[in-house]
């Protein structure tokens, strides 16, 4: 008898062993598997290829470019603009945000990467947002002395033309090198969605920026590095402050209560320009906030989060290109 249960643990720990080696090797082979997935069939730019974060994007939308940033030089287009391309922090990449108009007619166009020796061609397909299908009503504002005719009067021929003037200036060198962030600690829609349309008597006017909740006297930071370019108080807009944060990128903030920077000033991303409140034509204290890409109207929201996506990785597709060459495949 006790030979026999001698003999039985024995074969319980050659079992455990195989099983042992068995999940070793299991896991040798997924590790493998997994690398070898990583290295060919993942993501990875090839160094003289374009990364594009959209091949179709909507209405508003924000795409992200990017491209080896090793090469000297490196142009593009996309339905006569100009794509500005600046350097990473760390100079390994080239990035562009290319936005994709409120406007635009929806469908295929071109987009052209100049890079040495080579024009790299994608097409983009624009997908409509819709907008049309979203008219809500202003509110009534004729206690603060705007009736429908000098609301829109305003807009057309008093707050606009400023506006447009400056958003038209273009700025060659980037005042940023990274992602850009919130204007506000707490970021949540309130009011007027991006590219809806607001009926005031019989005009309609596009929101081409979103309302965002921002009790009176709440801090607005600056969403990057940048220069203020245009600090006033506005007949519709209120007090109103534009940041050219170089390439061609604005940032706007509206309705404001109090500034705390001046015209012609630096700022860093994250400092506090002023305070949220309900100056011009606005029923309630919020924070209305646009951004102007390339003269693009984009939604703002968006276009920061693409701005926060990881950046491809152009040091493992340098890997990559070393190890296909030296296993001599193409
Ligand atoms: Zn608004």
Redesign the pocket.
Known sequence: MPKKKKKSALKRVKSFKKYLFFLLVLFAVALFSALLFFVFWSYVPDTEDIYVSSLNPKQGDTILIETDGQLPKVSGSFDDKTLAFFHSKDNSIWIAYLGIDADIKPGKYKLYVSVPGKVIEKEINVISSNFQGTEIAAPSLENKGYTEKVAINNIIKKDNPPLSEIIKTFTPTAYFDGPFAYPLKEVKKS??DFGGFIKLGSFLIQ?L???LKAPEGTEIYAINNGKVVFEKNLTNYGKTIVIDHGLGIFSLY??MDKFDVEQGQDVKKGDVIGLSGSTGYAAGP?L?FSIRDNGSRIDPLVFIKSTQEMPSNYNLGRVKKLFLSWLNIK
Do not use: A, R, Y
């Open positions: 009011g007027f929101h920026g979103i309302d509206l309705h919020h209305h």
